[in-house]
């Protein structure tokens, strides 16, 4: 009877090390893949996104001129509008947290030079590339943002230095 009792604390001792070591390598396989996806998204916003903000004062003067009577033209207006937007670039992005949709969308945060913060959404993998195409919200004012974020007409292909991503290791 005790050979039996031994022979089962030891089978479950053994099983519970494997089913831990299982579960500790898929944790470390998630971990890295978690931050494979930060690497690859700031590079991304990197080379397909600048950050610009426009002067309060112009933009209100412009908007008078425009909503008065025999003011400047719609084109004109628009015109003036680009006209007045101050371009920044990215220069680090600092990772903050995940958290997961009722869709099992995986939602990134992150915060772009220390003053935008932003979301963005993976629930697709490309097939052709099999990395994971990001939604994020460009040219929308948020609460608390000081700069819009404006998507590159022609991306560039260059590499973020690592030194400029903060990581998260955080669990989801």
């Known amino acids: 009877m005790k050979k039996r009792f031994w022979l089962g604390v030891l089978v479950v ?4 090390g494997i089913g831990g070591k299982m579960h500790m390598d898929k944790r470390e396989e998630d971990l890295q893949e978690l931050l494979e996806i930060q690497k690859d998204l700031a590079n991304y916003m990197y080379n397909n996104y600048r950050l610009y903000k426009r002067d309060p004062k112009k933009q209100e003067e412009i908007v008078e001129e425009y909503q008065k009577e025999g003011g400047i033209t719609t084109e004109e ?40 913060k932003q979301i963005a ?5 490309s097939a052709e590339t099999d990395k994971w195409i990001y939604d ?7 609460p608390g943002n000081k700069y819009y974020l404006e998507e590159l007409e022609y991306p560039n292909r260059n590499q973020l ?12």
């Open 121 to 125: 959404t993976l629930g697709v993998k």
């Open 136 to 142: 994020i919200d460009s040219d929308k004012s948020k």
């Open 13 to 16: 001792i053994i099983l519970g």
């Open 77 to 116: 207006y628009l015109e003036r509008m680009l006209s007045i937007r101050e371009y920044t670039d990215i220069e680090k992005i600092e990772f903050t947290g995940y958290t997961v949709s009722p869709m099992n969308f995986l939602k990134v945060h992150f915060l772009i030079n220390d003053s935008n």
């Open 161 to 172: 230095s690592e030194i400029k991503i903060v990581f998260y290791n955080g669990g989801i």
